[in-house]
T-cell receptor, first 110, second 112 residues
């Protein structure tokens, strides 16, 4: 079967660093995506990993280990506006289909 | 604002009505997608169009009928929906392959 796991909720403090983990078991692997979704809004693309290692984009970084079926999204210098749902999604073998995890609801507190 | 435009933003309809959701993108993307999203849940894929042809149908009930009139437009025709079909309907597009999907703001649909 296909399964993507990520924590349901996380809380962090403004200015801090938070790591959101994602583990996956899918039929085939053709890349892992992270999306951010604020309540009532569209998901917006944050990062993409297809090879092992770290991809850095400003305050956000994403890491992938294909052998472990594991990824994380690292958010630095947290801001209140980072409070949102973070979705991990894997592209398997079925065309353009993305398999989404349940999302991690991140709350950033002052 | 996103580069994928969906109309209407909100739609309330009865179970016997027929309505259509529209999606438009002018980024030259060759793949377009319909998703359904319930509150506090991830998007669920419904349909994928690649080069204007339906390539994936995730066993969606026939009361949902997609249409891709051209490479920039994607419609979702609705007929005889059920209250459980109330959700946010998201359209997305990409160049295909491993390119990220770009999402529209969605249509929030309520079935009375």
């Amino acid at each position: 079967g296909q399964n993507i796991d990520q924590p349901t909720e996380m809380t962090a403090t403004e200015g801090a660093i938070v790591q959101i983990n994602c583990t996956y078991q899918t039929s085939g692997f053709n890349g892992l995506f992270w999306y951010q979704q604020h309540a009532g809004e569209a998901p917006t693309f944050l990062s993409y990993n297809v090879l092992d290692g770290l991809e850095e984009k400003g305050r956000f970084s994403s890491f992938l280990s294909r052998s472990k079926g594991y990824s994380y999204l690292l958010l630095k210098e947290l801001q209140m506006k980072d409070s949102a749902s973070y979705l991990c999604a894997v592209r398997g073998n079925q065309g353009g289909k993305l398999i989404f995890g349940q999302g991690t609801e991140l709350s950033v507190k002052p | 604002d996103t580069e994928v435009t969906q109309t209407p933003k909100h739609l309330v309809m009865g179970m016997t009505n027929k309505k259509s959701l529209k999606c438009e993108q002018h980024m030259g993307h060759r793949a377009m997608y319909w998703y359904k999203q319930k509150a506090k849940k991830p998007p669920e894929l419904m349909f994928v169009y690649s080069y204007e042809k339906l390539s994936i149908n995730e066993s969606v009930p026939s009361r949902f009928s997609p249409e891709c009139p051209n490479s920039s437009l994607l419609n979702l025709h609705l007929h005889a929906l059920q209250p459980e079909d109330s959700a946010l309907y998201l359209c997305a597009s990409n160049q295909g392959g491993n390119q990220p999907q770009h999402f529209g703001d969605g249509t929030r649909l309520s079935i009375l």
